[in-house]
């Protein structure tokens, strides 16, 4: 059974720094793999979706990588901001049903 | 139109109740899923619906059933409910067999039993 991890689980940080979150698989057999933001006691927000075929994605201050071989995807925030403050989650998709969440990582981005 | 609606946003019920969550989305889906969410976990699958059938059933107890009216709509029904229930239930859709296609995910349901 595919298994996703993500560390750290929490990391706190000054305004402005760049940071990394990880996100790793146990089984490279994947479609896709998405990156939510969840803001606490909210729905998920879709961040970045990046295909099987492709090594990464951008949005903004956003960039998303993954190297499917080796079963790892990491999400890269620039100039970080309070408001990028939320719970990160990764989840990959193996086929139509089968969508695997890691258990994420809680940012807090100091003022 | 690119989201899913769920409401209520929150709901608090007796065990004795009987109460519905409600999920729609207009983007011509036709895969939806309902997920439940415990604090400081990750979404766990409940049901998943293709085509307006029920495709997945992943052991959830009775007193939570599922209905797809229609294309657009997603209904959880609520009976008998347990304190160990409360969570945020999620609901979210996808393309049905565009695997390269991504999960939207509704602001979900926050549900407590008392």
């Known amino acids: 059974k595919q298994e996703v991890t993500q560390i750290p689980a929490a990391l706190s940080v000054p305004e402005g720094e760049n940071l990394v979150l990880n996100c790793s698989f146990t089984?490279?057999?994947?479609?896709?793999l998405q990156w939510f933001r969840q803001d606490p006691g909210k729905g998920l927000t879709s961040l970045l979706l990046?295909?099987?075929?492709?090594r990464e994605q951008t949005s903004g201050r956003l960039n998303a990588s993954l190297d499917k071989s080796s079963g790892r995807s990491t999400l890269y925030i620039a100039a970080s901001q309070p408001g990028d403050s939320a719970t990160y989650l990764c989840?990959?998709?193996?086929?139509?049903?089968?969508?695997?969440f890691g258990s994420g990582t809680k940012l807090n981005v100091k003022p | 139109d690119t989201e899913v609606t769920q409401t209520p946003k929150h709901l608090v019920m007796g065990m004795t109740n009987k109460k519905s969550l409600k999920c729609e989305q207009h983007?011509?889906?036709?895969?939806m899923y309902w997920y439940k969410q415990k604090a400081k976990k990750p979404p766990e699958l409940m049901f998943v619906?293709?085509?307006?059938?029920?495709?997945i059933n992943e052991s959830v107890p009775s007193r939570f059933s599922p209905e797809c009216p229609n294309s657009s709509l997603l209904n959880l029904h609520l009976h008998a409910l347990q304190p160990e229930d409360s969570a945020l239930y999620l609901c979210?859709?996808?393309?049905?067999?565009?695997?390269?296609?991504?999960?939207?995910f509704g602001s979900g349901t926050r549900l407590t039993v008392v």
């Open positions: 989840a990959v998709r193996e086929n139509f049903n089968k969508f695997y």
């Open positions: 619906y293709s085509y307006e059938k029920l495709s």
């Open positions: 979210a859709s996808s393309q049905e067999r565009r695997l390269n296609y991504g999960y939207t």
């Open positions: 089984d490279s057999a994947i479609y896709n």
């Open positions: 990046i295909q099987s075929s492709q």
């Open positions: 983007m011509g889906h036709r895969a």
